[in-house]
């Protein structure tokens, strides 16, 4: 199994292998008959990837299956454009994997679905838990197979497919937003948040399999609940989170601005075990623009929502993703745009330039700008967002942080501190560090950094 894309797709594809792996399935990287690979459709580069990755598994010799964002998106289209690919499969077919890869191995030819708009529809197909036993919070079980967990959506499984003291926890599934660049909702589905008893009963899974760290993963995390009635429900469940054996990190992710009110910012600030993190999806500042992408804000309200978290937590992470040269973007604009990253002090930032998207709104906005004056703003922005995250990391020189370690590279131990998420931040290397085990905790006192990265030296090792 091959996993493109965002950490949302790791959860799918460890779903995909709690279904295969119940159905007698065996996973080989060396001589596999199938190559399943779980694309991304989410920006022209992503799209590229995935093309190019199946290509490569079309090498192999063994039969290849393309699922996951790009085939939900494009479904025949793509069969058409990639007949090196034996089938590609629509989230429909997850439920049924085990005799859709069957089929193809026995030579039968699987006819692409037409794409269709998921908004009426359920992200994924549920499916029937089945044997063995998970307790709830509530003390309650539920069957499961040996070595698989409740996972997304609501009576589906999960096979973890990593060994390391982090793993995605998914809150929800689809976004019920209408972002005017956003083609996810149409081929993810409408939000549709996971009851609580299963995340929870996911949560003590994970824990009892080494992981140490959740990372909550949705197209929109503070919006879960709102579809089963309670819209404060996330500020209930962190604590839960936190408190369940083994946990010792929560972390969320892609967190709304506009949705960000008072009492969930108290809870991921000052909540034991739910780490101050606040992945924050801006896009941009100028509230001309945010208004034409169907979003809200401003420079001094973003800023005033920064302040409010630090005001808590003044070592909190922040993140966000911006969009560069969206149509009808001025000087003007693009001015309020760096005036707000020169005073947000943002840990990492993500920037994109824009570009048209096939079935979003912004594709019919007036006003585009020149695509030179779009790659000269980037440009521009990428320079001082760099030295701006350099100065950042910096800053933290001389804070004490706890760092969850990782792996080894050359005898130096390399984890994440608290404002740290996997994979799209940096990372802490610990030097004069003695002894440890991946999937411990390290208290260390930054030193020095190197752009976003830090370096810290050892202190000691936190006991469970």
Known sequence: MVTLGCTR?????????????????????????????????????????????????????????????????YGEQLAEIMPEADAVLSFD????????????????????????????????????????????????????????????????????????????????????RRCTFCAIPSFRGSFLSRPPADVLAEAQWLAENGVKELFLVSENSTSYGKDLGDPRLLEQLLPQLAQVPGIERVRASYLQPAEMRPSLVKVLASTPGVVPYFDLSFQHASEPVLRRMRR????????????????????????????????????????????????????TIGLFAYSDE??????????????????????????????????????RVGETVTVLFESLEDDQIEGRAAHQAPEVDGITTIVDAPDVRVGDFVTATVVASDGVDLVAEFVSVLKE
């Open 9 to 73: 797709n790791d959860v799918d594809s460890e779903e995909l292998a709690g279904r295969l792996n119940q159905a007698g399935w065996e996973f080989d990287d060396e001589n596999p008959d199938v190559v399943l690979v779980n694309t991304c459709g989410f920006i022209e580069q992503a799209k590229q990837e995935s093309v190019d990755t199946l290509l490569e598994a079309a090498d192999t010799g063994a039969k290849v299956v393309a699922v996951g964002c790009m085939a939900e998106r």
């Open 93 to 176: 077919d997850y439920a049924s994997i085990d005799d859709r890869l069957n089929g193809i191995l026995r030579g039968e030819k699987h006819t692409a679905h037409t794409p269709k708009d998921r908004r009426t529809l359920l992200p994924i197909t549920p499916v029937q838990r089945h044997s063995s036993k998970v307790a709830t919070p509530g003390h309650h079980t539920v069957d499961l197979p040996e070595g698989v967990a409740p996972a997304s959506g609501p009576r589906v499984m999960r096979r973890r497919l990593g060994e390391g003291p982090v793993a995605p926890l998914k809150l929800a599934s689809g976004c019920d």
């Open 296 to 347: 809200f804000g401003s420079v001094e309200r973003f800023w005033e929502l920064l302040e409010s978290v630090r005001a808590l937590s003044p070592e909190a992470g922040a993140r966000s993703n911006f969009i560069v040269g969206f149509p009808g973007e001025t000087d003007h604009d693009f001015a309020e745009l760096e005036r707000f990253l020169i005073g947000a002090r943002l840990d």
């Open 358 to 395: 096939d079935g979003t709104e912004a594709v019919d906005l007036p006003d585009k700008v020149p695509a030179d004056v779009v790659t000269s703003r980037f440009d521009h922005l990428s320079r001082l967002v760099e030295e701006l995250t350099a100065q950042r990391a910096e800053d």
